[in-house]
T-cell receptor
Framework: TQLLEQSPQFLSIQEGENLTVYCNSSSVFSSLQWYRQEPGEGPVLLVTVVTGGEVKKLKRLTFQFGDARKDSSLHITAAQPGDTGLYLC?????????????FGQGTILTVHP | GAVVSQHPSWVICKSGTSVKIECRSLDFQATTMFWYRQFPKQSLMLMATSNEGSKATYEQGVEKDKFLINHASLTLSTLTVTSAHPEDSSFYICSGSRVTEAFFGQGTRLTVV
């Protein structure tokens, strides 16, 4: 069974601060995806990382995939109240059905004005 | 990204009745869809993999007779919660996979009274 450990589970910060969310596993993933979810809605895909060592940027969000493809991080610069939400990392294992994902526990981010 | 539509968004039903939730891929064909359950402020828990034209594959601990899944076409999967009880109240989310990425429906809030 593949597990993804996501941390921290809760993060409460002030507007303008930086933050990093981590996802770690002992398993290798063929790809790793980051989602953001608002209450009462489905997760929305932010990014997919596929190559070990890959770094992707989405405005103030920076996503990194570890060299061994076992871990990933999401860094937000100058957080804003609009960044508040549940952030989920999810890994696609090797040899599994496309779209079958293992989810981390999630990080509830609250950015205070 | 691809679009997955889930219906209804919310439903309230009486204990003992059955409820059907639909998941449609609107702009792509999904041979495989996935059903998740999510409790408040928690991550997604995979319930089952829905395979077009064949039986669904259920995760350990998920009652297949209670959560009936039908995937009759490449764009539609349904989840029927049979003889629902209050403990079945939850947020149910489906996803469809396209290439290596998963796209989620809006989710269905089920409340059993």
């Amino acid at each position: 069974t593949q597990l993804l450990e996501q941390s921290p589970q809760f993060l409460s910060i002030q507007e303008g601060e930086n933050l990093t969310v981590y996802c770690n596993s002992s398993s290798v993933f063929s790809s790793l995806q980051w989602y953001r979810q608002e209450p009462g809605e489905g997760p929305v895909l932010l990014v997919t990382v596929v190559t070990g060592g890959e770094v992707k940027k989405l405005k103030r969000l920076t996503f990194q995939f570890g060299d061994a493809r076992k871990d990933s991080s999401l860094h937000i610069t100058a957080a804003q109240p609009g960044d508040t939400g549940l952030y989920l990392c999810a890994g696609a294992g090797r040899g599994t059905s496309y779209g079958k994902l293992t989810f981390g526990q999630g990080t509830i981010l609250t950015v205070h004005p | 990204g691809a679009v997955v539509s889930q219906h209804p968004s919310w439903v309230i039903c009486k204990s003992g009745t059955s409820v059907k939730i639909e998941c449609r891929s609107l702009d792509f064909q999904a041979t495989t869809m996935f059903w998740y359950r999510q409790f408040p402020k928690q991550s997604l828990m995979l319930m089952a993999t829905s395979n077009e034209g064949s039986k669904a594959t259920y995760e350990q601990g998920v009652e297949k007779d209670k959560f009936l899944i039908n995937h009759a076409s490449l764009t539609l999967s349904t989840l029927t919660v049979t003889s629902a009880h209050p403990e079945d109240s939850s947020f149910y989310i489906c996803s469809g996979s396209r290439v290596t990425e998963a796209f989620f429906g809006q989710g269905t809030r089920l409340t059993v009274v």
